[in-house]
């Protein structure tokens, strides 16, 4: 218990759990728009890939860090006009859909890789995100440890989710986002397209999503690996039901995990000798699903999520 | 007030397939008139008005409205947001209603741009604030609309319209979710509103509102006009003749004294999740020769006793008993062998298995029978010409007895239903919602059924939203209200519309 205590006091471990929640922020965030506007996006994780290749990639051919995450923005903006195509005018199956982009978004990425770089044994490195040093701020006991030792693309995470929450409960478009994935009928009757806005929150929340892949290669990392996102996408498809559709919670949820996957990493350090390590990789996971059962049985679902909508069908 | 025509709906057609909903029809509304818009279901009431308000593309006609300068426009077609430029406010049967967001945010969704920072809230609160208090319409504006009552949501529909500055108002079967109560304060509203110039009109297929509340009727059938009158030259006969083309007989039944109790629920009691799905200490008793009429509004706690009849739901506490012993093993099977006859609500879904045919389903009831199965194997030459005499008997038409059930129409499918049931002589019949849907002609059959099983001596429940039905049809009604029964001393409609809503009388 005291080596717990001990753990959760160190700054380190709050900038990691920070560091670590991230790449879930922005996958929640996109996962929570596109579902929020009646459409699930399983694609997630292909995308999560794309987002890390593809800006990683992009950095490296020189079109510079920002470059790299306008790039990854894009790409992850393209699956989700794939996605929003089959799902929303054609009316497909969200499940099938969403697994097929995964798998497509997945095979291209590493076949652009292997295509481009044939050779390589160890891949090349960029000089990915710096921590962000401001003056003054970053001086200040403990929180300035925590804050300041995370690079620009926390912070954009962290400004997303009050842009997302700002837009959603703020404007005249976030409150045709929640009713058209409510009861899209409500949002044709006002002689809004529910196709627009539901395809335009799919492609939005694809280039979220593939932010948290460049996350992955080009802050956390410096280069690009097969099976690096290890199921970071699945992880924020649930935090999207913890979070019940919100941006605060969903926030709250991945800081949770990075938390849960920070202490573990040091508890394994500790007690290794103890318990063997699987256990520990295991814990994040374990209690992710533990929270999510208290938290989906009072979940209150978009009721329009995986219905679609045909035009002039009513 | 003078007559001044505000719209023309010119020669309007739509095909869906091989079915002509609508033919060539038009109609002239004139400034603050109601017009009532008459026929039977599937006649193309509703089809016309979606046309109306741009969610179908007419296959031929066109639709003239009048400007501000008193000349005829055309109407842009095919096009909610041009209906609704126009000034054409559509409140729909099903409402287009966002249950996540408050009755404010869905009255001005869509009415302000999109892509602004802000919402201006203030001048839309005053504006709906002042329609509120010159319409009469009142409904509360900043909680979820999933939390308002049907009634309130409706308000909030018609408010969703005036606040688009409607000046035509188009209401789909409007009273059909209502108690007559909240159905009469909704015409003195819309009375109220005409005569601040708000034209009118309401699709419906109850005679009593089209007489009561409206100036000028059309009646459609099979998609066409066929007809237009001064209401206060009409009659119920007259409209009657013009919905189904020629003077239906309305069900009179001859009421025989009841014999004695055959069925009886004591002090049941189900918990479901919300009172919708419970049942709190009902007693009930059926005689023999009766029919018992259940009404109120649904949602009530109707389908938790048809299903508790139908053995899909056990008690928690009380007991049913047949003929004064108490059924030991309730389940769906065993109630059909002790002589219950089942006509649910859902009839697509709970009445018949859609992808079997309609042979199969005939006897789906009955697999046990020798007659049907000799050890587990079917005996389709008898099944068949089961369902070959049972069709031709119960005039169940579709594209044959050999093809699935869910491509009959829903009134073949109710007299595919009825035709399993009562060819078994149930001792015990329940009908649920037997008519919602139907046309007349199939209603009919299924009400003279209902009276066959109640003289041969069973004993009917029939649960129905529909007073008229009720009325009409039972022997002794009471009234379901919040998962409760309440007998009736009255039989006057304003009496148990009252019940139904709730007070007491």
């Not at chain 1, 995308?47 to 790299?68: D, K, P, Q």
Request: a neutral charge.
């Amino acid at each position: 218990m005291i080596d717990i205590l001990n753990i959760l006091l160190t700054d380190s471990f709050w900038a990691a759990s920070l560091r670590i929640a991230t790449p879930l922020i922005f996958g929640v965030l996109g996962a929570l728009i596109c579902e929020r506007s009646g459409t699930l996006n399983l694609g997630i994780e292909g995308i999560f890939v794309v987002g890390a290749m593809c800006g990683w990639m992009a950095t490296w051919l020189g079109a510079g860090l920002w470059g790299g995450i306008l790039v990854a923005f894009l790409c992850g903006a393209f699956f989700g006009l794939i996605h929003a195509l089959l799902t929303v005018p054609l009316g497909l199956s969200q499940h099938v859909s969403g697994l097929g982009i995964t798998l497509f978004a997945t095979s291209v990425s590493y076949f652009t890789y292997r295509t481009a770089l044939p050779d390589v044994s160890s891949p090349p490195r960029i000089e990915p995100f710096q921590p962000l040093d401001i003056p003054i701020l970053s001086d200040l006991p403990f929180i300035g440890l925590v804050l300041f030792q995370q690079t620009a693309l926390t912070w954009l995470a962290l400004i997303m989710v009050l842009l997302v929450w700002y837009v959603l409960n703020r404007t005249n478009l976030g409150l045709a986002i929640k009713a058209v994935g409510d009861n899209p009928n409500s949002v044709d009757a006002q002689g809004l397209s529910v196709y627009a806005i539901r395809m335009w929150a799919i492609v939005i929340g694809s280039a979220l999503m593939a932010l948290g892949g460049a996350f992955l290669t080009m802050s956390a990392f410096d280069a690009f690996f097969f099976g690096m996102v290890n199921g970071r996408g699945w992880v924020c498809i649930a935090l999207v039901i913890f979070a019940s559709w919100r941006p605060g919670k969903a926030l709250i949820g991945a800081l949770l995990f990075g938390a849960f996957d920070a202490l573990q990493v040091r508890l394994q350090t500790e007690m290794g000798a103890l318990v063997p390590g699987q256990v520990f990789l295991m814990a994040p996971y374990v209690l992710s699903i533990a929270a999510l059962v208290i938290a989906a049985r009072s979940a209150d679902y978009p009721r329009a999520l995986l219905t679609p909508w045909y035009k002039g069908q009513r | 007030m003078e007559a001044s025509t505000v719209l023309k709906l010119n020669g309007l057609a739509k095909r869906f397939g091989s079915i002509l909903a609508n033919d060539d029809v038009t109609i002239h509304l004139q400034k603050g008139e109601v017009l009532a818009l008459l026929g039977e279901n599937g006649a193309g009431k509703t089809t016309l008005m979606n046309m109306l308000f741009g969610h179908y593309l007419p296959d031929s006609g066109n639709i003239e409205i009048k400007s501000v300068n008193d000349d005829f426009v055309p109407l842009e077609l095919g096009n909610p947001s041009a209906a609704l430029t126009a000034g054409i406010g559509m409140v729909h049967q099903h409402f287009t209603l966002a249950e996540n967001i408050t009755a404010f945010e869905n009255i001005t969704l869509g009415a302000e741009p999109l892509f602004s920072l802000r919402r201006n809230q203030r001048k839309a609160e005053k504006k709906i604030n002042n329609i509120m208090s010159n319409s009469g319409l009142e409904a509360p504006l900043d909680i979820p609309v999933g939390r308002l009552s049907v009634g309130e949501r409706q308000r909030v529909e018609i408010l969703k319209a005036l606040y688009r500055d409607a000046h035509i108002l188009v209401l789909d079967e409007p009273t059909a979710v209502l108690t007559p109560q909240e159905a009469d304060a909704l015409f003195s509203n819309l009375r109220r509103m005409t005569k601040q110039g708000l034209s009118v009109i309401f699709i419906t297929h109850k005679m009593r509102e089209v007489l009561s509340f409206s100036d000028r009727l059309v009646v459609l059938r099979h998609g066409k006009n066929v007809g237009s009158m001064e209401t206060s030259n009409a009659s119920e006969k007259k409209i009657a003749r013009l919905m189904v083309g020629s003077e239906t007989q309305k069900v009179f039944p001859k009421r025989i004294t009841p014999g004695g109790p055959i069925l009886s629920l004591n002090d049941i009691s189900v918990a479901g999740r919300s009172k919708r799905d419970s049942l709190q200490n009902i007693s009930l008793t059926l005689k023999s020769h009766e029919i018992l009429g259940i009404a109120g509004i649904s949602g009530n706690g109707q389908n938790v006793l048809a299903d508790l009849i139908s053995g899909l739901v056990l008690p928690d506490k009380g007991s049913i008993l047949l003929k004064g012993v108490a059924i030991q093993n309730i389940n769906p099977l065993n109630m059909i062998k002790l002589g219950f006859g089942r006509i649910p609500e859902d009839r697509h879904r709970q009445g018949i298995v859609g992808g079997l045919s309609v042979s199969e389903n005939m006897v789906i009831e009955r697999l046990d029978d020798p007659l049907i199965q000799n050890f587990g194997f079917l005996r389709s030459s008898v099944i068949n010409d089961n369902a070959q005499t049972l069709s031709e008997k119960y005039d169940v038409r579709g594209p044959g007895i050999d093809q699935a059930s869910r491509l009959l129409s829903g009134g073949n499918i109710q007299k595919l239903i009825l035709a399993r049931v009562f060819e078994q002589q149930p001792k015990i019949i329940l009908a649920n919602q037997p008519t919602r849907g139907l046309d007349m002609g199939a209603a009919s059959d299924v009400q003279r059924h209902l009276i066959e099983a109640r003289d041969r001596g069973g004993g009917v429940i029939l649960i129905s939203e529909d007073l008229d039905e009720i009325l009409g049809l039972a022997d002794r009604i009471v009234v379901m209200r919040d998962a409760n029964l309440h007998d009736v001393n009255s039989s006057s409609r304003e009496a148990i519309g009252l019940m139904m809503a709730g007070e007491s009388v």
